[in-house]
Structures are given as structure tokens and as C-alpha cells.
Nanobody, 123 residues
């Protein structure tokens, strides 16, 4: 059973940092693109970052490029999202996802999703 479990969310002040983790299990992810999306209240779920599991190529939304870093630890089957210089607009539920085909930017690419972890940035 494929399972993605996010952790690391919480409350942080503006300008602060958080590191989210996504523990992946249930299959080999070497052929996958792993991604982070987020969804704020009243908004669509939006692409944040993605990483090609095997080679580590990364992709970022313009809104987070330069502030967020996606990475993965193959040995731990874990994907991370290091978030720096957070602001109130980063407040959202953050989801990790895994998929094997399609554009890394599209929700439809991803077959598996975690339950999400809440990130709240106070001003």
C-alpha cells in the first residue's frame, strides 16, 4: 500500500523557517517525481516544488523559488521541503505527492497524496 505521510508543519513567525518531511512507503519511488503542493483556505491547490527522485532535478513555483528547497533522502525514502523566509501568504495545508508521468506542475500527474500538514505563518 503506497503511503505518503507529511510532518513538520506548525506555527512559525514571519521570516522564520520550517522543514517539512514526507515519508514515502509502499513501492520503489526511483521512477517517480515527488512534489509538494499547498492549499490555502478558499484557494486551489497549487504546485510548490517537485523533485525527480532518481537524479534530483528540481522544479519550483515562482512564488517560492529562492526561499524553498525540495530535497530527498533515498535511504530514508523521505522528501523534504525546507521553507525559509516564510510570510503569511505561505499559510496553507501542504501536501506531498508522487507520480510517474506528466508535467511536474500539474495535480493530475500525481497518483498518490498525503493527508497534508498545516503550516501557519503569523505576522
Amino acid at each position: 500500500q503506497v503511503q505518503l505521510v507529511e510532518s513538520g508543519g506548525g506555527l512559525v513567525q514571519a521570516g522564520g523557517s520550517l522543514n517539512l518531511s514526507c515519508a514515502a512507503s509502499g513501492r520503489t519511488f526511483s521512477s517517480d517525481t515527488m512534489a509538494w503542493f499547498r492549499q490555502a483556505p478558499g484557494k486551489e491547490r497549487e504546485f510548490i516544488a517537485a523533485i525527480w527522485w532518481n537524479f534530483g532535478s528540481t522544479y519550483y513555483a515562482d512564488s517560492v523559488k529562492g526561499r524553498f528547497t525540495i530535497s530527498r533522502d533515498k535511504a530514508k525514502n523521505t522528501v523534504y521541503l525546507q521553507m525559509n523566509n516564510l510570510n503569511s501568504e505561505d499559510t496553507a495545508v501542504y501536501y506531498c505527492a508522487a507520480g510517474r508521468r506528466g508535467s511536474v506542475y500539474l495535480r493530475s500527474t500525481y497518483d498518490y497524496w498525503g493527508q497534508g500538514t498545516q503550516v501557519t505563518v503569523s505576522s
